[in-house]
């Protein structure tokens, strides 16, 4: 009988139990994205506009660093970026050591304490030298409802257009095309900054790209894909690697009418973030994708806004108000009934 009584008790515990932890790593993933919101702010104050999402030199295909990067001094990671050689690649032997680095705080603690990209068996099936391991990140910039990715990020049009997206680095260093707060004309506190991409996660495997509800597998495990990205690594997969995640995010692959092609919220399988080349930068052909927001909470995701404030946007959003938050100048009239 007391064994009966204590079975019934642990059965009664044990959901409350986990939902208590649940509510702890929502919070503490907030507290994250909390200071990434503050570390945005700070930078501004500092540069006059937001970073790039991506910065971009030359080959689409090679991005040079990550808003990340450049986010470190104002994450207390001052001696982290003074590792991090801006005047070459991310990949480049001087930048190993740096991107290898893993910083809590981008870490969501509902999803992972560590983890990333190991990237040696990628480098010798590409017959490129990449670093031997690049340190995740659970979080991505917003890019908009458009996955064009270009040099050129004022291709995609404003009403797709996102806060955060390529931006082209000159041959002198200057990285131009960001934004900046005067540039968020739908409101602040309605423009998504960040949000939540977990990575590594087994609820999020890539999707096949010829058949998008089945998993891909991974080319050196046979197992299936994990969707991952990396606080230091940039590069854009081609359609011949669609395996990884990006430092951005989209609420649709388009955007536009006819079709937007929405990218909904904890998407599963997980689409992977991929380059066409195409020079439209706006996606015209369809065949460019971005990773959509994805997180480990129950119900939907953790964002920070362009004002720095921290919400929890539900999974079952209305896609059209999910689109307009994503955009910082689309003109959208947003109704807090939608979200």
């Not at 503050?38 to 910065?55: E, I, K, N, S």
């Not at 992972?112 to 030298?129: E, I, K, M, N, P």
């Not at 340190?135 to 996955?147: E, R």
């Not at 404030?309 to 959208?332: C, K, M, Q, W």
Request: aromatic share 10%.
């Amino acid at each position: 009988m007391v064994i009966a009584i204590i079975a019934v008790l642990i059965g009664l515990l044990l959901p409350a139990v986990q939902k208590v932890r649940e509510a702890a790593a929502r919070s503490s993933c907030a507290n994250n994205l909390k200071q990434l919101g503050l570390a945005l702010h700070t930078y501004h104050d500092a540069a006059g506009r937001f970073p790039a999402g991506v910065v971009v030199a030359g080959d689409i295909h090679d991005g040079w660093a990550t808003g990340f990067t450049y986010l470190l001094p104002y994450l207390e990671q001052q001696n982290l970026q003074n590792l991090y050689r801006f005047d070459v690649t991310w990949y480049d032997p001087a930048n190993y050591q740096a991107v290898g680095f893993g910083v809590k705080v981008f870490y969501c603690p509902g999803n992972r304490s560590g983890g990333g990209l190991f990237l040696d068996q990628v480098g010798a099936q590409w017959g490129f030298a990449l670093p031997p391991f690049a340190a995740g990140v659970d979080y991505a910039f917003c890019k908009g409802a458009n996955a064009g990715i270009w040099t050129d990020p004022t291709a995609v049009p404003v009403a797709a257009r996102g806060p955060f997206g390529t931006a082209p680095r000159g041959s002198d260093g200057t990285v131009t095309g960001t934004t900046r707060l005067l540039d968020v004309t739908d409101g602040t506190s309605e423009t998504f900054a960040l949000g939540e991409a977990a990575g590594g996660s087994t609820r999020f495997p890539v999707r096949s790209l010829a058949d998008p509800t089945q998993t891909a597998s991974d080319p050196f495990t046979g197992q299936p894909a994990l969707l991952d990205q990396a606080w230091g690594a940039t590069g854009f997969g081609d359609r011949s690697h669609p395996l990884y995640g990006s430092v951005l995010a989209v609420t649709a692959q388009f955007g536009l009418p006819p079709d937007p092609a929405d990218e909904p919220m904890n998407r599963s399988p997980a689409t992977p973030t991929v380059c066409s080349s195409d020079s439209s930068g706006y996606n015209r052909s369809g065949r460019d994708l971005v990773s959509g927001f994805r997180g480990p909470h129950s119900g939907g995701c953790n964002f920070v806004f362009c004002d720095g404030s921290v919400r929890f946007v539900r999974a079952g959003i209305d896609p059209p108000t999910y689109r307009a938050l994503s955009t910082h100048a689309g003109g959208e009239v947003v109704s807090g009934d939608g979200w």
